[in-house]
């Protein structure tokens, strides 16, 4: 299990593997992975978070951001790892998420299975985040239901996609905006993850948040 533990300076804690390269770098499969997360005025505090899991030939994955930002937002988001393991989906892993949040804050999430000897990708969210699929050449932008978990939210959105040779996957808080796409970038979508998600949180990223993305490609 891995856990990229956002902060001022992104800090990266993985739990039980001292190194990160398990996770992020380039797998034998073919998964590559890239992380990019900063607080809102470098604060120390970081109410987005990411959680990664790689379990035999599958990557699960559960990036959230807690309500508003700050030191109750980092604390909503903390310590919901254990779900990526103990959950047999994505839908009940968000619903575990769900629960635990109540009497918190609050938190928008989306969580991500990937499937990657099957070569499907499933995707299900509740809350102002965004995410963008490219299989191939061609690039689908997903939004999700609204809401927020451990408050009042509508049934998670789910998004379900099999791909071919090569399939790139981002999922975004609302500190990243949206409106771009790939003609923004010419060749950006084509490197490395984490090239990716560097240029995308530096150049996209909003000042009046806290901002975070997650970068996977396999093929």
Same mark, same amino acid.
């Given at each position: 299990? *891995?856990? $990229?533990?956002?902060?001022?300076? *992104?800090a990266y804690q993985q739990d039980s593997d001292p190194d990160p390269r398990t996770i992020i770098g380039k797998h034998s499969s073919g998964l590559e992975i890239g992380l990019f997360s900063r607080s809102l005025s470098d604060n120390r505090h970081n109410g987005d978070r990411i959680y990664l899991q790689k379990t035999g030939d599958t990557l699960r994955w559960l990036h959230l951001?807690? /309500?508003?930002? #700050?030191?109750? +937002?980092? %604390?909503? %988001?903390?310590?919901?790892?254990?779900?990526?393991?103990?959950?047999? %989906?994505?839908?009940?892993?968000?619903?575990?998420?769900? !629960?635990?949040? &109540?009497?918190?804050?609050?938190?928008?999430?989306?969580?991500?299975?990937? #499937?990657? +000897?099957?070569?499907?990708? @499933?995707?299900?969210?509740?809350?102002?985040?965004?995410?963008?699929?490219?299989?191939?050449?061609?690039?689908?932008?997903? *939004?999700?239901?609204?809401?927020?978990?451990? &408050?009042?939210? @509508?049934?998670?959105?789910? $998004? !379900?996609?099999? $791909? #071919? &040779?090569?399939?790139?996957?981002?999922?975004?808080?609302?500190?990243?905006? !949206? @409106?771009?796409?790939?003609?923004? $970038?010419?060749?950006?979508?084509?490197?490395?993850?984490? /090239?990716?998600?560097? %240029?995308?949180? @530096?150049?996209?990223?909003?000042? *009046?948040?806290?901002?975070?993305?997650?970068?996977?490609?396999?093929?």
């Open positions: 299990m *891995s856990r $990229f533990r956002p902060g001022g300076k *992104s951001d807690g /309500l508003g930002h #700050g030191e109750q +937002a980092q %604390t909503a %988001t903390a310590n919901l790892a254990s779900h990526l393991s103990h959950c047999d %989906t994505p839908t009940a892993v968000l619903a575990a998420v769900d !629960r635990q949040l &109540k009497g918190t804050r609050g938190a928008v999430a989306i969580i991500g299975e990937l #499937g990657l +000897a099957g070569k499907a990708l @499933n995707i299900l969210g509740v809350g102002d985040m965004h995410a963008h699929v490219m299989d191939n050449e061609e690039m689908h932008n997903l *939004s999700f239901a609204p809401g927020v978990l451990g &408050k009042e939210h @509508n049934n998670p959105a789910q $998004f !379900r996609f099999a $791909f #071919g &040779k090569r399939c790139l996957m981002i999922t975004c808080t609302d500190g990243i905006r !949206r @409106n771009w796409d790939v003609s923004n $970038f010419p060749g950006l979508f084509h490197q490395h993850p984490q /090239l990716i998600a560097y %240029t995308l949180g @530096n150049i996209m990223g909003r000042i *009046s948040d806290d901002q975070s993305l997650c970068v996977a490609s396999i093929g």
